[in-house]
Nanobody
Framework: QVQLGESGGGSVQAGGSLRLSCAAS????????MGWFRQAPGKEREGVAT???????????DYADSVKGRFTISRDNAKKTLYLQMNSLKPEDTAMYYC?????????????????WGQGTQVTVSS
């Protein structure tokens, strides 16, 4: 089992920035893809960003079109922590943000492909 815990959410004005963190614990050995997802009230959970690190320690990332150029996903494997730097935030970015881990290689923004989930951290962007 892998436990995930998000932090860093909060309330900001449009145009502001936040950095989310996700600390992993438990059985974190092996190959994992990691991702950030969000869910706004009344909407389905959607993929925001995903990252996969190769055995050669090269990171590959992918993003939802709605956040490309504004959000950056990164990971510190030594600290077992995943990050999401969010810049130029918009009111439509308001949602509960979740980190997730998948026991698989490759990139995916599909929630059903992830095995482990955190409890979420709320991000609210006001206009």
């Amino acid at each position: 089992q892998v436990q995930l815990g998000e932090s860093g959410g909060g309330s900001v004005q449009a145009g502001g920035s936040l950095r989310l963190s996700c600390a992993a614990s438990g059985n974190t050995g092996g190959t994992y893809s990691m991702g950030w997802f969000r869910q706004a009230p009344g909407k389905e959970r959607e993929g925001v960003a995903t990252i996969f690190t190769t055995t050669g320690s090269i990171d590959y990332a992918d993003y939802a079109d709605s956040v490309k150029g504004r959000f950056t996903i990164s990971r510190d494997n030594a600290k077992k922590t995943l990050y999401l730097q969010m810049n130029s935030l918009k009111p439509e970015d308001t949602a509960m943000y979740y980190c997730a881990a998948a026991r698989r290689a490759g990139l995916s923004l599909v929630p059903s492909q992830y095995n482990y989930w955190g409890q979420g951290t709320q991000v609210t962007v006001s206009s």
